[in-house]
């Protein structure tokens, strides 16, 4: 059974103090994951799109790495608005659709 | 990146009624459109997948003539919840496939509905 796991559930830092998201999926065929930035009562923010095992990208104070098990969401030196719900999802080749994670929850204290 | 409208933001309905929400994809043409609901503290949950120009595919448990979708154009897909019930509030969200070279989903702000 296809399934996504993000861990912790909930993460909090001070301002400055780096840390990473765990995204653990055990999907077959797997075309893509995405991360998500979501805010309390908005829709998800488009973050980042990995493809292949070894893939690195970054923006700003993120960078998400993929294996072929799991995916990393790496933050460096966070300030309080990176306060967010983060959200990652596995995309299958054979089924249109993503699957979402229960995300990990964020705060970032300054 | 791509915008996505949502419209309305919110609703308030007294139960029995019918409400429609609208999806737009608004600077690019989306095949694909996806609505989700998110309850509180919850991550989102797939209701349908709509696909323009056919019937959409609905998620194991979601009933379809309750939550009714159509994908009129490749900008446009709408979700009408019909004889809303209290236990249909929650916050609707929609989604478009963008695909230009490498797939990403794009969301909008969501709806949030609240059924008296």
């Known amino acids: 059974e296809d399934q996504v796991t993000q861990s912790p559930e909930a993460l909090r830092l001070q301002e400055g103090e780096s840390s990473s998201l765990n995204c653990s999926y055990t999907v077959s065929g797997l075309r893509g994951l995405f991360w998500y930035r979501q805010d309390p009562g908005k829709g998800p923010e488009f973050l980042f799109t990995l493809y292949s095992a070894g893939e690195e990208k970054e923006k700003e104070r993120l960078k998400a790495t993929l294996t072929k098990k799991e995916s990393f969401l790496h933050i460096t030196a966070p300030k309080p608005e990176d306060s967010a719900t983060y959200l990652c999802?596995?995309?299958?080749?054979?089924?249109?659709?993503?699957?979402f994670g229960s995300g990990t929850k964020l705060n970032v204290k300054p | 990146g791509a915008v996505v409208s949502q419209h309305p933001s919110w609703v308030i309905c007294k139960s029995g009624t019918s409400v429609k929400i609208e999806c737009r994809s608004l600077?690019?043409?989306?095949?694909?459109m996806f609505w989700y609901r998110q309850f509180p503290k919850q991550s989102l949950m797939l209701m349908a997948t709509s696909n323009e120009g056919s019937k959409a595919t609905y998620e194991q448990g979601v009933e379809k003539d309750k939550f009714l979708i159509n994908h009129a154009s490749l900008t446009l897909s709408t979700l009408t919840v019909t004889s809303a019930h209290p236990e249909d509030s929650s916050f609707y969200i929609c989604?478009?496939?963008?695909?230009?070279?490498?797939?990403?989903?794009?969301f909008g702000p969501g709806t949030r509905l609240l059924v008296l």
């Open positions: 989604s478009a496939l963008y695909n230009r070279g490498q797939e990403t989903q794009y």
């Open positions: 600077d690019f043409q989306a095949t694909t």
């Open positions: 999802a596995p995309y299958l080749y054979n089924f249109n659709k993503f699957y």
